[in-house]
């Protein structure tokens, strides 16, 4: 994870402000006349007591009394709007970071995430980016309105005399600058340990329940239990130290509020006692930076709140500033599928070799066939037929074009690719189908699902295709969630198929049932299947077989 700095990731957090700097100025507005009205309360409070003694105050007792009730009505009007309208801009940004992640992710999908812990990837888009509404909310306009808001209290302190003005502005600066800054920095990484933890708690918890039937299976139930408690505790410690800090920041800040007001009241009276302000000098002076630190406060609290707030924003932009191994091609060359070729292709994971110098001819109207045992690359040849990843050294192209010079979209366009594993979403199974072509009829999709030998299933379900899939697919078999994986590949209709065990886990009949579509297929596609059935491998035109990353 890269660490930046706390003013490096605000910076880079305010971005996407930008398109609501409308509803940002007038909030920090609504906020500023909101806190001035908050503090002029009291202020005005003070006029009237001077009135009462008879001290000569420029304001009637009429006036006075008007000015309190404008001000409290405006402070609870405004003090609303403020947060309605933060929260508003909050909200809003949150759906643009979710946008700006969910584009980034698939950007790096799959060669940057395949070794994600998946866990971590939901924590980061779920409560990371939740926790970002801190920042969004009360941190940006908070910052503008204790800036303004000093500037209009040093002088109105100030027109009393110019060394009460400097007093409030350094009482200012103490508990709005200096005591969030050396609060950040002893808090140090406390945040990051805790976002980090929470994403390691996350993704242990999904491995679970993934898992829970092998854990019952092999009686391990206990020991993963004792592992998520630990990590349960390892969490709560670090949250711990987070509120820890937050108390003490909290008490520090008391007390130099405290401190600040003997301060400009020492001050006022030193001043007095030289002549140099009045009576109503010292009183109100006091009691204005007495009910003026609201604002400042507010920031004073950030150096520890922020911490967690700052923690996520920097796993957010971890994600957001990665870059793709495999960028999308625009603004190249848009084919039609006549055939494809393997030349000289070697391919590594890190320094593990995969494929070495692999060569094959996919003519069009053909059904290739790819055997070797399990590891040997056959599933990797298939993405880099995809372009899910680049190739290392050698070529691959489509109708005498490299896939390197062609549109992403037009490469997509012309292949349909099924996995080993088919992943179903929780939705029904009419719509499972449908991501493969989101216009097609009902007819298409029904037509899509005899080829792969599952409409008959579908049709005895209670609901048919209106069934609903339970979360992750469990409520199906892996037979059952293969063929629909199948008329996915059928439904999208593509020149070119990339099978990996389209037959894997099906029995005879259904195999013989799909095996037959293809067949029927190889007048308008090509074929291009990764099988260890010899059965299946008896349709194919050609076959080549991979063995320890050569082809024979």
């Known amino acids: 994870m890269k660490k930046r700095s706390g003013f490096k990731v605000m910076r880079s957090l305010i971005s996407p402000v930008k398109p609501l700097t409308g509803y940002m100025v007038l909030a920090i507005f609504m906020g500023l006349i909101g806190n001035l009205a908050a503090s002029f309360i009291t202020i005005f409070g003070g006029f009237a007591v001077l009135r009462i003694l008879g001290i000569s105050v420029k304001l009637s007792m009429g006036a006075i009394i008007t000015c309190l009730l404008v001000f409290a009505l405006l402070r609870g009007a405004l003090r609303y709007a403020e947060q309605a309208c933060n929260h508003f801009i909050a909200f809003k940004i949150l759906a643009i970071l979710r946008d700006l992640v969910f584009k980034a992710l698939r950007k790096l999908c799959p060669a940057k995430l395949e070794g994600r812990d998946k866990g971590d990837l939901i924590s980061l888009i779920t409560s990371d980016i939740e926790l970002l509404e801190v920042f969004y909310a009360h941190t940006i306009s908070p910052i503008a309105i204790a800036t303004l808001f000093t500037i209009v209290m040093v002088l109105f302190i100030g027109s009393y005399h110019w060394i009460l003005g400097l007093v409030a502005l350094l009482c200012y600066l103490i508990v709005g600058v200096v005591v969030p800054l050396v609060t950040s920095k002893k808090s140090g990484d406390t945040g990051l340990k805790f976002r980090t933890a929470a994403g390691a708690l996350s993704s242990y918890v999904l491995d679970s329940l993934h898992g829970l039937s092998e854990t019952l299976q092999f009686g391990q139930g206990q020991k993963r239990l004792e592992a998520m408690q630990a990590q349960t505790r390892q969490l709560s410690e670090h949250e711990k130290e987070l509120k820890k800090g937050e108390a003490k920041n909290a008490a520090v800040t008391n007390l130099i509020v405290l401190l600040c007001d003997l301060l400009m009241l020492f001050t006022a009276s030193a001043l007095y006692m030289k002549g140099a302000v009045d009576f109503a000098g010292v009183f109100i002076a006091t009691l204005a930076l007495f009910s003026s630190f609201g604002p400042t406060i507010a920031l004073a609290a950030l150096g520890s709140t922020l911490q967690n707030t700052i923690a996520a924003g920097n796993r957010v932009l971890d994600i957001l500033e990665e870059t793709p191994q495999v960028e999308e091609i625009e603004n190249q060359k848009d084919v039609t599928f006549e055939k494809a070729a393997v030349q000289n292709v070697s391919f590594s994971y890190g320094d593990e070799l995969i494929l070495d110098d692999i060569s094959m001819d996919i003519p069009k109207g053909k059904i290739i066939g790819i055997v070797g045992r399990s590891g040997s690359g056959k ?30 979209k037009s490469l997509r366009e012309n292949e349909s690719y099924m996995t080993q594993e088919t992943w179903l979403f929780k939705d029904t199974i009419r719509n499972n189908i449908k991501i493969a072509k989101l216009d097609a009829t009902d007819e298409e999709i029904i037509a899509a699902a005899k080829k792969a030998s599952v409409h008959e299933f579908i049709e005895q379900l209670p609901k048919g295709y209106d069934t609903p899939v339970g979360e992750l697919g469990d409520t199906l078999s892996g037979g059952e969630k293969q063929r629909i994986g199948l008329a996915r590949a059928f439904l999208h209709d593509a020149p070119l198929m990339l099978l990996d065990e389209p037959t894997g886990n099906l029995d005879s009949l259904n195999e013989a049932v799909i095996l037959k579509s293809l067949n029927e297929e190889k007048e308008d596609k090509t074929v291009l299947l990764v099988t260890h059935r010899q059965s299946t491998l008896r349709m194919a035109d050609t076959v080549y077989s991979v063995e320890h990353g050569r082809m024979s």
């Open 379 to 408: 599933s990797t040849l298939l993405k880099l037929l995809m372009r899910f990843w680049n190739v290392k050294d050698g070529k691959i192209t489509m109708s005498d074009t490299d896939l390197q010079n062609i549109n992403t």
